[in-house]
């Protein structure tokens, strides 16, 4: 498979395309999975604790002794043939509070890393709608580039026509050869410009630099739509920014580790059961 695979996308198309295979918002898709993982376990620690163990030996060769018992000599086995043994143990907590806490601080732990996911998405979104501009401005500015050196050729070969007819000096065609040389490394630039943000942009969305992007909106359209967002106005809530989310939840979690070394000294409380069986 040699053909490059090529992508076409809109600026919210990239978003939701970054959103899935970026690796920064990858990377904290496993932190939540961590996060519920641990909370299993921490759950788990205050779930009944089962023990038991089976032993079982048989015994080949039992040891014997001659007894003379009343003139008649008796062999007298000094052991069983088998020895089983059973026993189970169960330990339940009652009171514990660094399991409580723990618990809580585990619970806290997964929605933190929620609320990082959530904020590594919006950070990505925002990353890929800039990389997308970018592009979009290099393509511009390359188009410019392009006119710019088509003009500055068919000004030095108007005055290179009227050099040859005697109403320019050779000084005015050397100085329209160093504007076209100019206008070539110009359109140089914005020809390497253009592959610096393409990768930027590809590698932000996750995607191999291989492979060829195609960009659906236009440069007018992404300018219109930021002069609209920027003219529009709604309630302030802080609840509805992420960053003081989390720096509430991170304020939550340091308290706890306040309680928690405060809680090494709560009394606990378990139950225990142990009990055992023996067969010979």
Do not use: C
């Not at 023990?51 to 030996?57: C, D, G, L, V």
């Not at 048989?58 to 009343?70: L, P, Q």
């Not at 065609?173 to 110009?186: D, G, S, Y």
């Amino acid at each position: 498979k040699n053909k490059k695979e090529n992508l076409s996308f809109t600026v919210v198309q990239a978003q939701a395309y970054a959103v899935k295979n970026a690796y920064s918002v990858k990377d904290k898709d496993y932190d939540v999975q961590a996060a519920k993982k641990d909370i299993l376990y921490s759950i788990s620690t205050g779930l009944p604790q089962i023990n038991h163990s089976f032993t079982y030996q048989y015994n080949i060769d039992i040891m014997s002794n001659v007894i003379d018992f009343n003139g008649q000599k008796q062999v007298i086995k000094m052991g069983t043939p088998y020895n089983a043994t059973a026993s189970v143990s169960i330990d339940q907590k009652i009171f514990d509070g660094s399991y409580l806490l723990g618990l809580k601080a585990s619970k806290l732990y997964k929605k933190l890393a929620i609320e990082s996911k959530e904020k590594a998405e919006i950070d990505i979104k925002e990353t890929v709608t800039n990389a997308y501009f970018l592009v979009l401005a290099a393509e511009e500015n390359f188009k410019l580039m392009t006119e710019n050196l088509t003009l500055s050729q068919n000004n030095l070969i108007e005055v290179h026509t009227f050099y040859e007819n005697g109403f320019r000096e050779l000084m005015d065609v050397e100085q329209m050869k160093l504007l076209v040389k100019q206008a070539e490394n110009r359109l140089a630039d914005a020809r390497q410009q253009i592959d610096v943000t393409r990768a930027v942009l590809k590698f932000s969305m996750g995607i191999p630099v291989n492979t060829h992007i195609i960009l659906i909106d236009s440069l007018n359209q992404h300018i219109d739509e930021a002069l609209g967002e920027a003219g529009s106005f709604t309630d302030f809530t802080a609840e509805n920014y992420i960053d003081y989310r989390i720096s509430k939840s991170t304020a939550i979690g340091q308290k706890l580790v306040v309680k928690s070394e405060k809680a090494l000294f709560w009394p606990k409380i378990s139950l225990f059961y142990s009990n055992s069986y023996s067969a010979m």
